[in-house]
């Protein structure tokens, strides 16, 4: 799998409309559900099936499990490397658990910023700018397994 490859699988799910623990390309997802459909669409099946969550569980709770499910299937790198096709793990708040998840999907020097695809609250699934707010929320980055640049 390439990442051009990932890139690709990620943008066919823009449009999606936003729905909590959801995960059908243009049905519905969340932004777990984004990443869990693109791992079925590049893999197969998941490794394992997301516990049930709240909206709000990452602020009522003290377990890190998107950021254990994360390291469990995905290989962890440093934030300052991630490129297109990187699963990027954000906390939303100072002592919060980590809540969002994005694929990058550009990240060219004659941008003014990389370009990430998520799923979230209010929206759909949409390509944005990793701009200053992402940015100072970014709190780990991933590569699928098996990536061949």
């Known amino acids: ?36 459909g693109v791992w079925r669409e590049v893999y197969g099946d998941e490794p394992e099936a997301p516990p049930p969550y709240r909206a709000d569980w990452a602020e009522t709770g003290v377990d890190e499990t998107l950021l254990n499910a994360a390291t469990r299937h995905l290989k962890p790198i440093a934030t300052d490397q991630f490129q297109p ?12 658990c ?17 370009r990430i695809i998520h799923a979230y609250w209010g929206r759909a ?7 200053p707010w992402w940015r100072r929320r ?3 980055a991933f590569s699928f397994p098996g990536v061949n640049d």
Request: hydrophobic letters at 45%.
């Open 138 to 140: 970014l709190a780990h």
């Open 98 to 114: 980590v809540k969002h998840a994005a694929i990058v999907s550009a990240h060219e020097p004659s941008e003014p910023q990389p």
């Open 125 to 131: 699934c949409v390509e944005s700018w990793l701009g």
């Open 1 to 36: 799998m390439t990442r051009a490859e990932i890139v690709a699988v990620t943008r066919s799910w823009l449009g999606t409309p936003y729905q909590h623990q959801a995960s059908l390309k243009h049905v519905g997802c969340d932004c777990l559900g984004l990443v869990r």
């Open 85 to 96: 096709g990187d699963v990027l793990l954000f906390r939303m708040s100072a002592g919060a």
